[in-house]
C-alpha cells in the first residue's frame, strides 16, 4: 500500500501568505502610531507589532523596534504557560509587563489577543510598547537610581485586561490607579489594544480564505524556510570560538564598570552565544533580563546576515543563547532592570557583533554611540494641573562599515526610533530647543568615518519639573575597529537660571554617575544640554579617500586640525 503524502509547498502561495502577514503587522503599528497619546508612540514609534501561533512561535512581525523582535518569544511562551490556551475565550486581551516572566523591562508591555476561527485558538495578535509612564519612584519610568524592581513601577503578571470584548473594569481601575498620567495611559493602552485588535480580524480573515490547515502547513513551511535561511548564512561563517568583551561604565549606585563578556561558537550552521565571565548583577537599573540577552543575541546576528530572511521563531532556531542567571545580563529578582533594555542591549548586541567582527569583516562594523541618552521628565501643568510625563530619545551616530560611513543622528541598534521633531516637542512640552545641531569632529576616524553625535540645549519655560537621565558612553568611548579610532563619547550638562556654568550633574548635585540619576529639579529658565555618542570608525583612518576627507572639511563634519591630525590631510597637497 504506497503511503499518502502531503502535496508540496506552493511557493507562490507561501510568499503572499508571508507578504500578507508582515503588512498585517505593519498596518498595526501603523494603527498603534495614530491613535496613541504620548510621543513615545506617535513620534518614536518605539513598539512593534507581532503574529504568532498557540505554541508562543513568532511567524511574522514588523519593521519597528528590533529590541522587541528577539524578545517577543520568551513573552509569548511565559504567557501561554501561566493561562492555559483553553481558558481564552474570543474578545480576551491579556496584558503582561512582568520582567521575570520573560519580559523585557518593566516600561515595555505587551498586549495578547487570541484569534480563534470556528471556536478554535489559531494564533494571536500581539503587540509591544514602552509606555512613557509606569509608577515607581520618577516620572516617566527611568528610575537611575533603581536599587531593586519595586522603585520601577507596576510589575503585571500575565492577566486579562478584557474578557470576552468587555473591559475587566478592576484590572483597569488597578493599573490607572498606579501611574502619574492615568489618561495618556489610558489612551496608549487602548491603542496597544486597538493593534490587536486590527490583528486579530486580519489574521482571522486570512486563515478562513486559506483553510486552517493550508495555513498552518504554510506558515510552519515558512519558519522553516527561514531557518534554512540562516542556518546558511551561519555556515558561511568559519567554525571556531570568538569572544569579545565591553563595559557598562556604571550603574548609577557605583562608580565601577560592569563586564559584558560573549563567546559566541560557531559549529557548521549553529550559531551558540555564551555569556559566562559577563559581572554578576548590578546593584542598579543596568541588568538585562533573560529576554533582553535573548533579544540582543538574535539582533546582533540579524544585523550581520542577510537582511531579507523572515523574521519569525524559524531564523532564531540555529542560535542558542547561554546567559548566566545572577548576571548583569540575567538578573534576578529583585534586582533593577530598567535600563537593560535600552542601554545594556546596545552592549550585549555590540558584544556578538565585535566577537564575530573577525569572521565577518567585509559585513561587520563599528559600535554605534550604543547608548539612547534617555531624557525623562515631568510636572504640572500650569493650566490644567494635570500631570505630564515624556520620555526622550537622542540619536546616535552609527559606526562606519566596510563600504560606507556611518550614519549621523539615527536611532541606536536597539531602537530604530526617530527622534520627536521640535516642533511637536515644544508644542507639547514646556521647553523651548535653543539648539540643535551635528557635532563635528565626532564620528571616530577610520577608512570609513563613524557618524557624527547630536547636540540638544533646551530651556526650561514656566514650569517647575523633575527630570531624569539613563544613558552610557560619558566614560568609555565607543569602541572602533580594524584599526578605526573611537567615536566622541556622550555628555550632559546643566546651567542653573542665573548662572553663567555648565556643570556635571556630579558636579552640581552630587550624584554618584553623571548619566544614570533621578528627580532632579528643574526650575523656570534651567537649561540642559544633551550630547549623544558618536559612531566608531572602520579600517585605518590613513586609509581614507582624500576626496572623502575634503568633503568632510567642506560640509563642516572635520576640522582642519583633525584632518592633519587623523587623516594626515595637507591643504597644500589637495
Known amino acids: 500500500m504506497t503511503e499518502s503524502r502531503k502535496p508540496p509547498i506552493d511557493m507562490v502561495t507561501l510568499n503572499i501568505i508571508s507578504g500578507i502577514l508582515v503588512s498585517i503587522c505593519r498596518d498595526m503599528g501603523v494603527t498603534l502610531m495614530r491613535t496613541s497619546y504620548s510621543t513615545i508612540f506617535s513620534e518614536s514609534l518605539d513598539f512593534t507589532c507581532g503574529l504568532a501561533l498557540p505554541s508562543g512561535e513568532l511567524i511574522a512581525t514588523g519593521d519597528f523596534c528590533p529590541s522587541m523582535i528577539g524578545g517577543m518569544p520568551l513573552l ?15 474578545g480576551d486581551v491579556l496584558v503582561h509587563n512582568d520582567p521575570y516572566r520573560g519580559g523585557l523591562h518593566t516600561p515595555e508591555h505587551t498586549f495578547f489577543k487570541p484569534v480563534f476561527v470556528d471556536d478554535e485558538v489559531i494564533g494571536f495578535a500581539v503587540s509591544i510598547g514602552h509606555v512613557c509612564e509606569v509608577g515607581g519612584m520618577a516620572p516617566a519610568g527611568f528610575a537611575g537610581e533603581a536599587t531593586e524592581v519595586f522603585h520601577e513601577g507596576l510589575r503585571v503578571p500575565p492577566v486579562k485586561l478584557i474578557r470576552q470584548g468587555e473591559d475587566v473594569p478592576d484590572i483597569w481601575r488597578l ?136 523574521k519569525n521563531s524559524g531564523c532564531f532556531r540555529p542560535i542558542r543563547v547561554l546567559a548566566p542567571p545572577g548576571s548583569v545580563v540575567n538578573v534576578n529578582f ?44 515631568g510636572g504640572r501643568d500650569k493650566e490644567t494641573d494635570e500631570f505630564f510625563c515624556c520620555y526622550d530619545l537622542t540619536p546616535v551616530g552609527w559606526g562606519g562599515r566596510s563600504f560606507a560611513d556611518g550614519n549621523d543622528a539615527v536611532g541606536g541598534i536597539n531602537g530604530n526610533c526617530p527622534h520627536t521633531p521640535v516642533e511637536v516637542f515644544e508644542y507639547r512640552y514646556p521647553w523651548h530647543v535653543e539648539e540643535f545641531k551635528l557635532v563635528n569632529d565626532s564620528g571616530g576616524a577610520g577608512t570609513f568615518r563613524g557618524g557624527l553625535a547630536l547636540s540638544k540645549t533646551v530651556r526650561s519655560l514656566d514650569t517647575e519639573m523633575t527630570f531624569s537621565y539613563m544613558s552610557d558612553r560619558q566614560k568609555l568611548a565607543p569602541w572602533g575597529l580594524h584599526g578605526g579610532l573611537s567615536g566622541a563619547m556622550a555628555e550632559l550638562l546643566m546651567m542653573r537660571t542665573g548662572s553663567a556654568d555648565w556643570l556635571t550633574i556630579t558636579q552640581a548635585f552630587n550624584k ?42 567642506a560640509e563642516g563634519f572635520v576640522s582642519v586640525e583633525q584632518a592633519v591630525a587623523l587623516y594626515g590631510f595637507t591643504l597644500a597637497a589637495e
Open 76 to 90: 509569548l511562551r511565559s504567557c501561554v504557560q501561566e493561562i492555559p490556551i483553553d481558558t481564552l475565550q474570543p
Open 175 to 310: 493599573l490607572l490607579a498606579n501611574v502619574r498620567t492615568p489618561r495618556y495611559n489610558y489612551g496608549d493602552f487602548r491603542a496597544l489594544i486597538a493593534a490587536t485588535d486590527l490583528g486579530e480580524k486580519r489574521l482571522a480573515a486570512l486563515v478562513r480564505k486559506h483553510g486552517k490547515a493550508s495555513f498552518l502547513d504554510n506558515v510552519r513551511e515558512l519558519m522553516a524556510y527561514s531557518e534554512r535561511r540562516m542556518r546558511a548564512e551561519i555556515a558561511k561563517i568559519p567554525d571556531g570560538k570568538y569572544s569579545f568583551e565591553d563595559y557598562m561604565e556604571d550603574d548609577g549606585i557605583e562608580d565601577k564598570a560592569y563586564r559584558i563578556k560573549a563567546t559566541v561558537f560557531v559549529q557548521g550552521d549553529e550559531l551558540i552565544v555564551d555569556y559566562t565571565g559577563s559581572d554578576p548583577q548590578a546593584k542598579g537599573p543596568i541588568n538585562a533580563t533573560l529576554g533582553v540577552a535573548w533579544g540582543a543575541s538574535y539582533n546582533a546576528v540579524l544585523q550581520l546576515t542577510d537582511s531579507t530572511i523572515p
Open 334 to 377: 529583585p534586582g533593577p532592570s530598567v535600563g537593560g533594555n535600552t542601554e545594556t542591549h546596545c552592549r550585549i548586541a555590540n558584544c556578538v557583533m565585535g566577537a564575530l567582527a573577525p569572521a565577518v569583516k567585509a559585513r561587520s562594523a563599528a559600535t554605534d554611540g550604543a547608548s539612547h541618552s534617555n531624557f525623562l521628565f
Open 512 to 553: 554618584p554617575s553623571p548619566s544614570k540619576f533621578a528627580n532632579v529639579p528643574i526650575r523656570p529658565g534651567d537649561r540642559i544640554r544633551i550630547t549623544s555618542p558618536a559612531g566608531g570608525g572602520w579600517g585605518p583612518p590613513e586609509e581614507r579617500d582624500r576626496a572623502s576627507v575634503a568633503e568632510d572639511i
